[in-house]
């Protein structure tokens, strides 16, 4: 601790932090971008445990898993047919910058056409996915699935803004449509109107005009400067059929265990479910932020530096959620009676056990970037598949025997697996040693580094 603390002082004179702090949110070098996204992306996570706060408050176990009930398909069905694409862009816009008109509308046509699917395969699965449900829920189920291409959209635009290093923009038009479902859901309380659809409807409206006055945006700038679109269309092709498997296996690892329940379980179940794993996922605010941010600045870097900074990145991030997360263990019971009341409190055993899972899969989504941004994303592909298979498995042998908390288990025990095989390959396919586990000396020097570094730049511009 003592290192830690001279360390932190010969890095950051305390008459200073003010200036420190308002040069990072205001320049724009890599550094402050990545402090910024990680800054909105906490929000973001404050809000929707408000948003869920708010919902399961008012709506009781019931009707929480109602409302999620109608949300989850067209979100799910929309990451499934995503098929890489987000990604593909992503990598051929910093890869050919010369060609981004014809990358950009042939993303937005593709993510069209697979959301046209997921939209047409919702309507027609719905009704038997959840045959438990009322047959208003059903109903309105189905209607929700109109978002789904809007919401592919919106994946596309934000690979747009990410590769043009727009991160102001890009933080503004995420944390807006969070806004709008908070001030929608307070509405409906303040006028006694909240119900699970109407609830539904809150989270699903506000991203629609933001999407769409980005898209438009978008394709005003470019489309005077279309060329060579077959071109284009092979190029995001054919990194999408190699990365599509991360993008399916990815949102499958993310709502299989709420699919299983729906399917499995009932909604009661289902709503104390999700206030545990909405609860768990707060402490994992820092990995997913800086996910958003690795990918695209190591795509930029030679392989040995990439990886590197994959690694440097990983240990500290591990680090700091750890801490965040077992301190969570110990309070965990009075923050979920304190939050959402009393009727939750059976959610707490499942609510550890998630907390030990977020940190893990934090931690191998990190690790995952490194080979995402050497063009390797096939090995992605094969650690989520087998996550995805133990988990699956696992959750339909031992849930409907013995209940909600074997969720949480199969769920950890899969994401175990796919950390241990994602450090292996470090050593098999990158060729390269595997990453540390601990936090050391130089990475947090290499943290200071960045952070007075970014400040110095500011203050000879300033200056200037």
């Known amino acids: 601790m003592n290192s830690f603390m001279s360390l932190f002082r010969k890095g950051l004179d305390i008459s200073n932090v003010y200036g420190l702090v308002k040069s990072l949110f205001t320049r724009k070098d890599s550094t402050a971008s990545s402090i910024s996204t990680v800054t909105v992306t906490m929000l973001i996570f404050l809000l929707n445990l408000i948003t869920g706060i708010l919902t399961a408050r008012y709506l009781g176990p019931v009707g929480k898993g109602e409302l999620s009930a109608m949300t989850l398909w067209f979100i799910f069905l929309a990451g499934m047919l995503m098929l890489g694409l987000p990604s593909a862009l992503l990598f051929n816009l910093k890869k050919r910058q010369e060609d981004s008109p014809g990358l950009y509308v042939a993303g937005v046509l593709l993510c069209l056409a697979a959301g046209c699917a997921a939209l047409l395969i919702g309507f027609i699965g719905i009704p038997y996915w959840l045959h438990g449900y009322s047959p208003e829920v059903v109903r309105y189920a189905q209607w929700f699935m109109l978002a789904s291409p809007v919401l592919l959209l919106e994946y596309i635009n934000n690979s747009v803004l990410q590769a043009r290093g727009e991160f102001t923009l890009f933080n503004k038009l995420r944390i807006l449509p969070h806004i709008g479902t908070v001030l929608i859901l307070l509405v409906l309380i303040f006028t006694n109107t909240l119900t699970p659809f109407s609830g539904a409807v809150a989270y699903a ?229 595997i990453p540390r586990l601990l936090i050391t000396r130089d990475d947090i020097q290499w943290l200071l580094r960045q952070v007075n570094l970014g400040s110095h730049v500011t203050k000879q511009t300033n200056d200037a």
């Not at 990365?243 to 949102?251: N, R």
């Not at 796919?418 to 470090?426: A, G, H, K, M």
Request: contains cysteine; positive net charge.
């Open 205 to 433: 409206l506000p991203t629609i005009p933001i999407t769409f006055g980005l898209t438009v945006r978008l394709l005003w700038r470019y489309l005077p400067r279309l060329k060579q679109m077959r071109q284009s269309v092979s190029h995001l092709v054919s990194y999408s059929l190699r990365s599509s498997g991360v993008d399916v296996m990815g949102t499958l690892i993310m709502y299989m265990d709420q699919v299983v329940v729906i399917m499995l379980l009932s909604p009661s179940n289902l709503g104390l479910y999700l206030v545990a794993v909405s609860l768990a996922k707060v402490v994992n605010v820092i990995q997913t932020s800086l996910a958003l941010v690795v990918f695209p600045k190591a795509s930029g870097l030679p392989k040995e530096e990439a990886i590197e900074l994959v690694k440097r990145v990983f240990r500290i991030s591990v680090f700091v959620t750890l801490i965040v997360a077992l301190l969570f263990m110990f309070v965990g019971p009075l923050v979920l009676n304190l939050l959402y009341g009393s009727q939750y409190h059976e959610a707490v055993s499942i609510f550890r056990i998630l907390l030990l899972e977020v940190v893990i899969g934090g931690g191998t989504l990190i690790l995952s970037q490194a080979f995402m941004s050497v063009g390797k994303p096939g090995i992605c592909s094969i650690q989520q598949v087998i996550g995805l298979s133990v988990s699956l498995v696992l959750m339909v042998l031992l849930v409907p025997r013995y209940g909600l908390l074997f969720t949480g288990i199969s769920l950890l025990t899969a994401t175990c697996i796919r950390f241990v095989f994602i450090l292996s390959q470090y050593k098999f396919t990158l060729k390269t040693t």
